[in-house]
Structures are given as C-alpha cells and as structure tokens.
C-alpha cells in the first residue's frame, strides 16, 4: 500500500499547547475523534463519551498515556485553538496518497464547491462557509478552505488551488467560479477545466452562444453526445453538443472548446416537462474529451452533492451542529471528510450502514486508521 497510515499523519500535526499541564497526546484525541465518527459518534461530546465506554486496552491503543481518556471539555479546548490550516495540510496530504492508490480515480476529476454550515453560521461563527475539492470517483475531499460568505469563494478558491496537485487533474465548477484568474492558475499548473458559463461572464458567454445561435452556425463543425436515464418517476433527456470552432479566437485562458448541454425531464405522473439548457467551456482538446467525455464530466460534478454535502448533513447531521469557537466548526467538518473519504476507499458505499458497523466493531475502526490489536 502506497497510502501511510493516517495515525501516522495525524502524530506529525504541530500542538499548540504547552508542555506544562498537558495530559493527553493531541495524536490520540484526534485519533478517538476519528475512530469515534467512524462508529457514528457526531459530536465532540459525544466523542469524549465514546472515549468512555471502553476499557484501558483501547485507550492503550489509542496511544493515551492515562487511563481515562480526555472529557468533552478538553476536546473543545484542542478543536477550537488547533491550527486549522496544518490540520488540513496534513489531511490533504494523506487525501492525496489515497488518490495515487486508488484505481476509482483515474479520470482525475475533481469538483470545486462551497458548502454553508449553517448552524454555526446561525451562532455568529466566522469562517462557516467552506469551500471544497472532492474526487469525482472516490468522493474523497482533497482540501477545504474556509470563509465568511458565499462571496468568499471567488478568493479562496485560490487558496484551495495552491494546497492541490494541479497536473493531470480536470477541475469542474459551477458559474460563479468561472474566473479568468481561476482558468489560469489551473492551466499553468498542467490542469484543465470544465466551467459552466453565465450571466457573470457576459461577453465569454455571448462568444459561446454565437456558435450555435449565430447566423452561421450552421456552417461551423459541432459534435453531439446525448443519454436517456428513466427512473424515480421521471425521464431525463440530455445533450450534450461540443465546438472547437472558438479556440484560437477567444482570449479566455486555454480554452480549446465551447458546449451547449440542453436538459430535458419528464415527470411521468404529470406529464409535466422541464427544460434547462446551460453553455460552458474547457480546456480539453477534441482528441482529449468528445462530447460524451464531457457530458459525463459535468454530470459527475454534481457528486460532490450527494457523495459529500449529502452525507455530511444526513448522516452526521453538520447543518443542525451549532459548534461556533474559533476553528470548530472547520475542524469537525474536516473530520467529517476525513471519515467519509475513508470509509469510500475501503470500500463502504453506504456512509450511515459503514458507522453501524463500526459501531459494533469498534477494533476494526481503529486498524483502518492504523492501529493494530
């Protein structure tokens, strides 16, 4: 296994506290942390009560030097003043062996995208909307970066990109991240992008629209992509049609081509049809993505919804989390990633059935972390 040990990286995280008074390894309590959210245990108290509920053979394990591991409070103390930005480090890093080892990931996308966590943000907690890159196969989260707003995306999407492996990879995004500025530092890092294109890029979008509304795109060369998916009461259309036509002429950074995806869905109870069609550009060349290449890109980009953002408010329940002091909202939403991405790469498909069966085999949470019995 190329991938080392996550026990291992969490030890190499600095601790901010003194020496004098400090009881318990900062290794072992973000170990119990992760173990403890394995088995389905959501919050910081109820991780300390997790830590409880076993013997000193476990705490040993854990790497404790006491017999009784840490209560609530201290895990407060250490998730709100911890150096939220090492703590990321460390786990992208570990994110980014995982990516190297697995075979889920050879597409190399990745999704750019902000999530709110709103019942910090109800509490008055700074830095609650995080901005994330989740691997299209795995739903593994690379890294996290947080700010205040929505509006924060267009600045720390940049933040993002610098703690990410650029080459190789196609980073998808929505239109409010398609940015000139972003376009760029992806293509000088060897990546590529799929952008979606609107309104707040009025003239790339009118140049887009031109090639298949103009008065003579008729002439110009196009290819087409189209599936059908019926189920859960409706039957969804889509097409996906690809130009070359604009590479060369526009000055938007590396594009290479320009494409119309028109969605189409029946409600099959009502007969009710809705339609949507939306235009978008990439940096990937013909020989490198047709139309059907990119019509899977962009619907992959949606996982990071229901690998990640869906997970982490129904299963472990981060919307209804009001934590608010200093960096605990990022930190719990960190190891909530942290969990997700690994219960996904040892293969559990299902997050909330994989914490049930941690819960009843709680030595079994501990070797996926590294911990041998």
Not at 50 to 56: L, M, S
Not at 65 to 94: G, M, Y
Not at 148 to 177: K, Y
Not at 211 to 227: D, R
Request: net charge positive; aromatic share 6%; hydrophobic share 40%.
């Amino acid at each position: 296994m190329m991938v080392r040990p996550l026990i291992d990286i969490l030890a190499e995280i600095p601790d901010f506290r003194k020496a004098k008074g400090k009881r318990h390894p900062l290794s072992a309590i973000l170990a119990m942390a992760c173990v403890a959210m394995m088995c389905g245990y959501k919050s910081y108290s109820a991780m300390a009560e997790w830590g409880r509920n076993y013997g000193e053979k476990l705490t040993k394990a854990l790497r404790f030097t006491h017999k009784k591991t840490p209560c609530a409070a201290t895990l407060h103390t250490v998730f709100k003043n911890i150096n939220k930005q090492d703590f990321e480090a460390k786990l992208s890093f570990w994110a980014e062996g995982v990516m190297s080892d697995s075979s889920e990931d050879e597409t190399g996308g990745v999704s750019l995208d902000g999530k709110t966590l709103r019942g910090s943000q109800k509490q008055g907690a700074p830095g609650t909307h995080l901005l994330s890159a989740v691997s299209h196969g795995l739903g593994l989260t690379l890294t996290q970066q947080s700010g205040d707003h929505s509006t924060d995306e267009l600045r720390i999407i940049h933040e993002a990109l610098q703690n990410l492996v650029l080459e190789g990879r196609v980073f998808t995004m929505d239109a409010l991240n398609t940015q000139r500025k972003t376009a760029k530092t992806i293509i000088d890092g060897d990546g590529d992008y799929v952008m979606i294109v609107k309104d707040n890029q009025p003239k790339l979008l009118d140049d887009v629209k031109t090639i298949f509304h103009g008065p003579f795109s008729h002439l110009l060369k196009k290819s087409s992509s189209q599936t059908l998916d019926p189920g859960h009461g409706r039957i969804e259309a889509r097409c996906l049609t690809a130009s070359a036509e604009l590479s060369g002429y526009s000055d938007w950074p590396g594009l290479e081509q320009v494409f119309q995806l028109t969605r189409r869905a029946i409600i099959t109870k009502t007969e009710r049809v809705r339609e949507e069609t939306v235009y978008g550009v990439t940096s990937l060349t013909v020989e490198q993505a047709g139309p059907k290449r990119l019509l899977e890109l962009v619907r992959s980009h949606w996982h990071i919804e229901n690998r990640s953002y869906w997970v982490r408010d129904v299963t472990f329940g981060e919307d209804h989390s009001q934590v608010r002091a200093g960096a605990i909202p990022q930190v719990m939403a960190a190891i909530r990633n942290l969990v997700i991405g690994l219960m996904r790469w040892l293969g559990h498909t299902n997050i909330a059935a994989a914490c049930r069966y941690f819960a009843a085999r709680p030595w079994e949470a501990l070797e996926a972390i590294g911990i041998k019995n």
